[in-house]
């Protein structure tokens, strides 16, 4: 008599392949309607209706005068230019410009601070290497609580773009550490090294002109995560941020509590453009999308 | 005398400790052996990771534990345990540290559970289009809390699609249907920004897996359940441990989310709130500093008695 075939046999394979397709829809779909919805007029019924619309995007990018404008992007000047006897001034959107800027400054300190001990933890074996592992990668505070820290320890920077910079570079090393690191670690480091020192190269320039150009797709694909994640920090920049422009992610928030619906859409849309454009730039440097690990 | 022997015994203690001490920063800052140079280079590779985490982390917490005990408001002076006997006496934020717990320990459940077939759907099957679902599976892990919200939103608010379609076929009022802000709604939130996270925790398990086993149980006649209980699973478990820490660490740690579905005051929003007029800084000093020591005796002991796998 043959056995019966299992449940697993049968049903098992669909069962899971059902469960991916249905949690991809569940994350993917909200963002697919959220980009249609931007470009329409209305959204009452079953779907949004009254395409297409440029006016949502308009406001949000305080282009058009519409109720509520005081939510759009302000416009900044960024520099003047002396053309003849004209200066030409420049308006770059204030909200995305400042946190571009800020996100950027993240970076910075993030490429110092994270590719060296990404090093020291892939090439060498000492006492202590598995927490200093476990340090550099896992984030030590969430956003608010380092909000809140910062606000008792530097009550006058934490506003301040410094305070911010600093801020979003402890909260998003992590990240750059575990991009750098992987790289190092599919990288024959130690033949890198003593070549290097046996030709003639002092430690210090080995590292700074051997080992980081090898690293280089880690050390892009880490520094464009970093950047995208700061550029959307949230939680840290609500608790500390006091007057001034606002970051993007508070940009988004404003909008989501207070805009009409297509309106929110857009502004949430527009983020989605900028990770769309963080995201192709990660696979032209041989990533697939946000292939880290986060926490 | 015996006191004296101890005495002279602790001074000695100290006087070696103090002595090691020295010697080790001797070491790094003159270094004789390979032995020693080696150590200098580490001690300086870690250096500026060191520096940041000292001042914008630590030195900053500081700060938080002496507000929290401090005896006035806004200044950190004398001592003061006044913030601690609100947060444990006080039933409201017994209510909300279980609150916070509850929905984290679901919402990491729910998230393990369906990152485990997701991974395993991307891992072991081919699909078509693999690259384009690993894209679309991570691409949320960029969406800060308040985009997760939004998108919950879009699926279950008032004019959300979903509550849209029910109300059509069944024929009731959306508002009714509508469930985006409502405790269940913030749970699918939650869940909307851990998935992803877990899935990519259990994707990098899941490379190492050995499947010559699985293939030689499936041989030998297990069933798919069979070879996944006995084979695959005892591989992945500690990856499977590592994402309920590291996931249940992203759960406590939302709080955008809660910031436009304000439906249950957890941990992260009451904290927001204890800084607001007329409330107290030593409660919100207290609050982040019982979270930061929760979450890193958590961890601590989570990664020191699980074989959990943490990082890459």
């Known amino acids: ?295 | 005398m015996s006191d004296r022997h101890a005495e002279n015994s602790l001074l000695s203690t100290l006087r070696g400790l103090a002595t090691r001490v020295v010697g080790a920063f001797e070491t790094v800052v003159n270094p004789v052996t390979e032995r020693e140079r080696e150590y200098r280079r580490i001690a300086a590779l870690c250096a500026p990771f060191a520096v940041l985490v000292l001042v914008a982390g630590l030195y900053p917490l500081s700060e938080v534990v002496r507000i929290s005990v401090s005896a006035a408001q806004y200044r950190s002076v004398g001592f003061s345990l006044d913030a601690y006997a609100t947060l444990f006496g006080d039933p409201y934020y017994r209510q909300v540290a279980f609150d916070s717990l509850w929905l984290t320990t679901g919402t990491t459940l729910v998230s393990v559970g369906l990152a485990i077939p997701i991974a395993h759907a991307l891992e072991k099957y081919d699909l078509p289009g693999e690259d384009l679902l690993v894209t679309l599976v991570s691409f949320p892990i960029s969406l800060p809390g308040i985009v997760a919200a939004f998108m919950i939103l879009v699926l279950f608010g008032n004019n959300g699609v979903v509550t849209a379609v029910a109300a059509a076929l069944t024929g009731s009022r959306p508002t009714d249907l509508a469930f985006a802000v409502s405790v269940p709604g913030l749970f699918v939130a939650f869940v909307y920004s851990m998935v992803p996270r877990a899935t990519l925790i259990l994707r990098g398990t899941y490379a190492e897996v050995d499947s010559a086993a699985e293939e030689a149980a499936q041989a030998l006649g297990a069933t798919p359940f069979e070879t996944f209980r006995h084979v695959t699973l005892p591989q992945i478990r500690p990856g499977i441990t590592g994402a309920l820490i590291l996931t249940f660490r992203t759960g406590l740690a939302i709080f955008g989310t809660l910031v436009v579905i304000q439906t249950l005051v957890v941990w992260t929003l009451q904290l927001s709130r204890e800084l607001g007029v007329g409330y107290d800084v030593q409660v919100a000093g207290a609050m982040a500093t019982v979270y930061f020591v929760f979450t890193f005796l958590f961890t601590v002991l989570g990664l020191r008695y699980t074989s959990a796998e943490v990082g890459i």
């Open chain 1, 1 to 295: 008599m043959r056995p019966s075939p299992s449940l697993s046999r049968r049903f098992g394979r669909s069962v899971v392949t059902l469960t991916l397709f249905a949690t991809v829809a569940f994350l993917i779909a909200p963002i697919v309607l959220t980009v249609v919805a931007s470009f329409a007029t209305s959204w009452t019924g079953v779907l949004p209706s009254g395409f297409v619309t440029f006016e949502n995007w308009r406001a949000v990018l305080g282009l058009a005068d519409t109720i509520g404008s005081q939510r759009s992007m302000g416009w900044s000047p960024l520099f003047r230019l002396p053309l003849g006897g004209e200066t030409l001034t420049v308006l770059v959107p204030a909200e995305l410009a400042f946190s571009i800027g800020l996100a950027l400054g993240g970076v910075l300190i993030n490429l110092v601070v994270g590719v060296p001990i990404a090093y020291a933890v892939a090439r060498y074996e000492f006492p202590g290497r598995e927490w200093v592992n476990a340090v550099s990668v896992l984030p030590l505070v969430p956003g608010v609580i380092l909000g809140v820290a910062f606000l008792r320890a530097y009550p006058d920077l934490s506003a301040t773009s410094f305070g911010l910079i600093v801020g979003y570079s402890l909260l998003k090393a992590p990240f750059m550490v575990m991009a750098v690191q992987s790289e190092f670690e599919s990288m024959p480091l130690q033949q890198l090294e003593e070549s290097a020192r046996s030709l003639g190269a002092s430690w210090p320039r080995t590292f700074l002109t051997v080992i980081v150009p090898n690293a280089r797709s880690g050390i892009v694909s880490g520094a464009i995560i970093c950047w995208a994640l700061a550029a959307a920090e949230f939680n840290f920049s609500y608790i500390v941020w006091a007057k001034g422009t606002q970051p993007l992610a508070l940009f988004l928030q404003r909008h989501i509590s207070n805009s009409s619906f297509t309106k929110a859409a857009a502004a949430v849309s527009m983020f989605f453009f900028i990770i769309v454009a963080v995201t192709v730039l990660l696979q032209r440097v041989g990533r697939r999308g946000f292939d880290i690990r986060g926490s």
